[in-house]
């Protein structure tokens, strides 16, 4: 693809920065939006981990959810990380009254899913197409995929059945931060998206 790929995060809440780094690393040019406009002027968005409830909320305050799900629905690649998992799904379990999602995913995720029991943790897992070791991943008050429906694909899931990562098309979403653990692999596969696209 000719220069480098433009991309946004959404930067209402969560952990933008982790992101940012590991998206200038790979190459990308970085913008954080907030408004409709700065989302024009990307080819990819990544939405972060963080608080899903808060995210929805000012992403409805600042005028956003409307243009995301156009974005969305226009074939832009989305990556989103935990909360930003929740924001990608269809359908949402344990939100609290009134959440909602951009949606895009056609799955189920259930909110704090390993709440309670065990807040964070963290487990290698294997992903569907990644060469190299397994990936180290974080799990901080994370959600999980209760339901793939026929439009999305699995892409790693626990030693115990829960789906962790889901592709549909050029929207990808996971369950956990592999931003914090110098995990690269997933950003890549987004980039991937971007270029195709371009
Ligand atoms: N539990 C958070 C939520 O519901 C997600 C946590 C995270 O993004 N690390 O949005």
Redesign the pocket.
Known sequence: MAGRPRVGILSLQ?DVREHGRVLSELGAEVLLVRRPAELAGVDGLVIP?????T?DKLARAFGMQEPIRRVIAGGMPVFG????L?LLADRLEDGIAGQQTFGGLDVTVK??AF?GQVESFETEIAVEGFAGPPVHATF????AVTEVGPGARALAALDDGRVVAVEQGVLLGIAF?PEVSGESRFHRRFLDHVAARA
Do not use: D, L, Q, Y
């Open positions: 969560g981990g963080g608080e899903s409830t995210i990380t935990c909360a930003g929740i909110r704090n709440g901080i008050r994370a959600p931060h």
